[in-house]
């Protein structure tokens, strides 16, 4: 779907039946027609249904992008610059997005072998457009690139984060991107969008058009679902469109539902496209200290590597902290430093949404078979995986044991090719080859 429609969605009603939605009066703070302006001759998007005798077609599908075609060439290269980041935001909150923080985080990027540092909301008054430049000169010679966080408003949110009015207006948010460009911003992360009117659908494709010129990758969040836009929009990266990470941050209450939101994010969620989660967190508890008080993680530290696998973006920027390289398990970091961003395949292996999950993605030849548990029971699996590892080949096990601290092990895969997991309640398990 692109601009020439609006965004709909299904509405349930009674005896299973279903019918289309359109966009709510009340979206995009009541501006803009709930229903489509359409020239004719034209054409309504695609709108499709996975069914299957087992969950495994809804979690392979490639179905969103199948059936588009790109909407524009890209001025560059884009996939080179996909990766792993980090950002500060998510531990530290506010208070941390300032210059000293933000070079922090920039070293710590750099220790990790990532790709870009995303400096979030608030940078343009607490940091400031030139201090910006310098942090963007200093992340260069570290091989670092910066993403960075702006308001999408306009008069449809108010919002007070910052810097706000600069891509609802084309004169503008060109001439901010002409600025990133100079001084070698590598993407944007736009928030608060929230709708699927049309209006709002051409200012999501305005932002990327626009930002494509300039040679810029786009995240969207508070925004809408992606729907084909990794294959029509070359620049486009992730969209959020899902409850976050930030809700961790926010309350205990999403700490304690994590693994149970973790086990329907790959069958609802991120089966349609790329989902910008920012999670594995390997913080016990989310502060900059890493101290107790405040929001505390429940889950382990191996459900933090196997989520890495189990939730897709090709620009994946983790709720890790420069801390994590000293207090975390070295098995974990050494994990996280390599895994992938981008997939070749993907198998559903077992789960059922909202109890449990494990899959499989492989990255150059190599398969990653990841799970998540969020029932109260541990569960015990036997999974083939003749399909993914070789009879006598070692793997590397990671899995939490009885007393639920984690470790990385090797193991030989057996001649019948069949692996026991035992994965207690907020717990996982990975494999991959060693």
């Known amino acids: 779907m692109s601009s020439y429609y609006c965004g709909s969605r299904l509405i349930g009603h009674e005896n299973g039946l279903y019918t289309i939605g359109f966009p709510q009066e009340g979206e995009f703070n009541g501006n803009g027609t709930t229903s489509p302006g359409i020239a004719l001759p034209g054409k309504t998007p695609w709108r499709t249904i996975t069914l299957g005798s087992t969950l495994a077609p809804i979690v392979e599908t490639t179905v969103p992008f199948d059936v588009v075609e790109p909407l524009y060439e890209p001025s560059k290269d884009y ?139 786009v995240i969207f969040h508070g925004c809408t679902i992606p729907r084909g836009w990794e294959r029509m929009y070359p620049n486009y990266a992730a969209s959020e469109a899902v409850l976050a990470s930030e809700n961790m ?23 349609i496209g790329s989902m910008d989660f920012g999670g594995s967190t390997l913080n016990k508890y989310y502060n900059a200290k890493n101290e107790p008080g405040g929001r505390m993680r429940v889950t382990s530290d191996v459900f933090a590597l196997a989520t890495a696998v189990l939730f897709q973006s090709p620009v994946q920027h983790f709720a890790l902290a420069p801390n994590n390289l000293t207090d975390a398990p070295a098995w974990a970091i ?68 009885d007393k639920l601290a984690g470790s990385v092990k090797e193991q030989v895969i057996s001649k019948k090719q069949i692996v026991n997991l035992s994965i207690p309640k907020n717990r996982g398990v990975v494999i991959t080859r060693k």
């Not at 009879?391 to 044991?401: I, K, M, T």
């Open 79 to 217: 996939a080179a610059e996909y990766g792993c980041g980090t950002w500060s935001w998510i531990i530290a909150g506010d208070a941390s997005m300032n210059m000293d923080d933000q070079k922090r985080y920039v070293d710590f990027c750099a220790a990790m072998g990532y790709r870009t540092v995303l400096v979030d909301a608030l940078w343009d008054t607490q940091v400031g457009y030139d201090k910006i430049e310098e942090l963007a000169a200093y992340a260069k010679q570290k091989n670092v690139g910066l993403y960075l966080w702006y308001n999408s408003n306009g008069y449809w949110n108010d919002a007070p984060q910052g810097p706000r009015g600069k891509m609802n207006n084309i004169i503008t948010r060109r001439k901010e991107m002409k600025w990133m460009q100079r001084i070698g911003i590598k993407g944007i992360k736009v928030d608060f969008v929230g709708s699927d009117k049309q209006v709002t659908m051409q200012l999501y494709e305005d932002i990327l058009a626009d930002a494509n010129d300039y040679g810029l990758l």
């Open 334 to 401: 050494d994990f996280m430093k390599k895994v992938p961003t981008t997939w070749d395949e993907v198998k559903f292996i077992d789960g059922y949404p909202g109890k449990y999950i494990v899959m499989a993605r492989k990255h150059a030849g190599k398969w990653y078979v990841a799970g998540i548990n969020a029932q109260d029971k541990t569960i015990k699996l036997k999974i083939d995986v003749s399909t993914l590892f070789a009879a006598g080949e070692v793997v590397n096990l990671y899995e939490d044991n």
């Open 249 to 271: 941050n926010f309350s205990q209450g999403s700490c304690d539902a994590e693994a149970f939101n973790a086990c329907i994010h790959p069958f609802v969620r991120n089966t």
